[in-house]
């Protein structure tokens, strides 16, 4: 079974300063690895995904994340925070087979950006 | 309008009453899912439809029943529900099923429920 990690419920950041947000996954097979956010009462959307292309990859707003097969591992950064980053952040996983239409995700990590 | 359009976006409801939430799409998109957004849990999975056909049902109570008429739009019947059914109701819609994973999930922006 298919299942995402993400350390930490909250991290809190001064604005202008890195963003880290952690991901792990677990999976039988090659996995498809997205990032959501979702700003206060709205839905979620789509920052970046990974398909199994190049492990670097570059989403909305300056986030990017890199697949580390070797860590399985997923983790979204993005160099400096601005104020409107501040939402929830959902790591998710889909692949395994037989949950193709599944896409299963992490409890979410609440980003604060400080002045 | 565009995207994934979600009414009401608020609902109270006591535990005998029968009240429905109502997605819509405009992306021509052919599947169309419910998910359950609790606080401090992972995104539940409820129901699946692709092509208006039921492809899944996650051990959801009977309590909840999903109704999708056309690709465009997908409901969500509630009736006598419990408190601990409360909580933030999320259609989304995707290009359609794969049978790879590489599905890209629009979400709307949720139906928040409240049972008392």
């Known amino acids: 079974a298919q299942s995402v990690t993400q350390l930490g419920s909250h991290v809190s950041v001064s604005e202008g300063a890195l963003v880290l947000l952690r991901c792990n996954y677990s999976s039988s097979v090659p996995p498809y690895l997205f990032w959501y956010v979702q700003y206060p009462n709205q839905g979620l959307q789509l920052l970046l995904k990974y398909t199994s292309a190049a492990t670097l990859v570059k989403g909305i707003n300056g986030f990017e994340a890199e697949f580390k097969k070797s860590e399985t591992s997923f983790h979204l950064t993005k160099p400096s925070a601005h104020m409107s980053d501040a939402a929830e952040y959902f790591c998710a996983v889909s692949g395994d087979t037989g949950t193709a239409s599944k896409l299963t995700f992490g409890t979410g990590t609440r980003l604060q950006v400080t002045l | 309008e565009t995207g994934v359009t979600q009414t009401p976006r608020h609902l109270v409801m006591g535990m005998t009453n029968k009240k429905s939430l109502k997605c819509e799409q405009h992306l021509g998109h052919n599947a169309m899912y419910w998910y359950k957004q609790s606080a401090k849990k992972p995104l539940e999975l409820m129901f699946v439809y692709n092509f208006k056909e039921q492809t899944e049902n996650n051990s959801v109570p009977s309590r909840f029943s999903p109704e999708c008429p056309n690709s465009s739009h997908l409901f969500l019947h509630l009736h006598t529900l419990q408190p601990e059914d409360s909580a933030l109701y999320l259609c989304?819609?995707?290009?359609?099923?794969?049978?790879?994973?590489?599905?890209?999930?629009?979400f709307g922006a949720g139906s928040r429920l409240t049972v008392l």
């Open positions: 989304a819609s995707s290009q359609e099923l794969t049978s790879t994973g590489a599905n890209v999930l629009t």
